[in-house]
Each structure stands twice: as C-alpha cells, then as structure tokens.
C-alpha cells in the first residue's frame, strides 16, 4: 500500500476517524497521543514512547520507511496507531512486528480491529509472511481483538516487561500467517480492491 490510498475515513461504532500515514510534521500530536495513554498500555513495545527521542525515532524510521505507521485521528488529534516493524538487515526481513495503540476514549468502537486490517493490507504489500504482536498476559481485551482476527499465541516470556513501579509482567507473542491471509482474500476475489 502505498500513500496515494490515503486519508481515507472509517466508520466507528459511534463516529468516524481518518487514516493517513503518519510524517515527522506529527511529532507533537504524537506527544499528545502518547500522554493520554496509561503507561501499561505501553508496556508491549520494545521501548518507553513518554521519551521524545524514542518518538523522533520511531517518526524518522517511518520516513524511512523501516516501520510503517498509519494513523487514526479525529480533528487533529492521533486516537489511534498502527505500525508494522521490521528488520531487514535480521533473519527474519520477512516477518513485521505489529504495534497497535488505541486512545482510551475511542476504545470499544472497532477502530483497534480497523487498524489491525490496515495492517494486513500494509504487510501484503510489504510482502512480509509473518506478524507478530506482544502484549502482557493481562491485556485482555487486546489479546482478544487480536485472537478474534486470526492471531494464536506463539510465545509466552515469564516476567519479561518491567513497568517503573518495578513489577514485572509476563509478555505474550503472537503470530498471524499472512501469506493465509492473502490466499483467503484471493479465494474470495477481494484482493483486487487492495492493489495499487
């Protein structure tokens, strides 16, 4: 997929958000973002996104392209997230490590389940094979919405996460065959509607 598919509006259970890739001139509603989030919610991504650095970061490899993002935002404010990570220069260039995040208020009305799809079609067409999502034994809710399209736990990491109150949480990794995917859309005949 490429930028030329984007804004695009969806439809939530109560109102509509817009997608849209997200660029470096996002970095302070990104802050914004970040903050309203609870730091458990944070606790499944590899590093702490409260640190500016660790946001510019992940703004440059989005420019770069090394960890695509698509953004949900109502107005100008980011209500939600979706980036797939990957590492070409590893063993796994095939695999995308998917990080969904979902504003507090906008959850419970399918935007997380959209940028999941999203995500999907983004990874066909970074013909990756694999994604993977991480989330603590306590998500509940995510690890559902996420059992729900067709992820299964792989991996269970005992006391992996440590939060800043220093306890410590098991981390769950899960995984979803998008290659299947792809073939189910083509059996259906929807695949044409995701091609540049």
């Known amino acids: 997929m490429n930028a030329n598919t984007y804004?695009?509006?969806?439809e939530?259970?109560?109102?509509?958000?817009q997608l849209r890739l997200i660029s470096e001139s996002d970095a302070e509603a990104l802050a914004l973002f970040v903050r309203s989030l609870n730091t458990h919610?944070?606790?499944f991504l590899p590093r702490d996104l409260?640190?500016?650095?660790?946001r510019e970061a992940w703004l440059r490899?989005?420019?770069s392209g090394d960890m695509q993002t698509v953004i949900a935002l109502q107005g100008d404010a980011i209500v939600g997230c979706a980036a797939i990570?990957?590492?070409s220069h590893s063993w796994s260039p095939h695999v995308g490590e998917l990080r969904v995040l979902v504003a507090p208020a906008l959850r419970e009305q399918g935007l997380g389940r959209l940028l999941i799809q999203e995500s999907f079609i983004l990874g066909i067409s970074m013909d990756l094979s694999k994604l993977t999502a991480r989330m603590t034994l306590d998500q509940d809710a995510a690890m559902e919405v996420f059992q729900d399209m067709g992820f299964k736990p792989e991996a269970m990491?005992?006391?992996h996460v440590e939060d800043r109150e220093g306890e410590r949480h098991d981390l769950v990794i899960?995984?979803?065959d998008v290659a299947q995917f792809e073939a189910q859309l083509q059996a259906y005949g929807v695949s044409e509607a995701f091609d540049d």
């Open 7 to 10: 804004p695009k509006s969806v």
């Open 61 to 63: 490899s989005a420019e």
């Open 157 to 159: 990491l005992k006391e």
């Open 174 to 176: 899960l995984s979803h």
């Open 12 to 17: 939530l259970k109560e109102g509509s958000a």
């Open 41 to 43: 919610d944070l606790l």
């Open 50 to 54: 409260t640190v500016a650095k660790v």
């Open 85 to 87: 990570a990957v590492d």
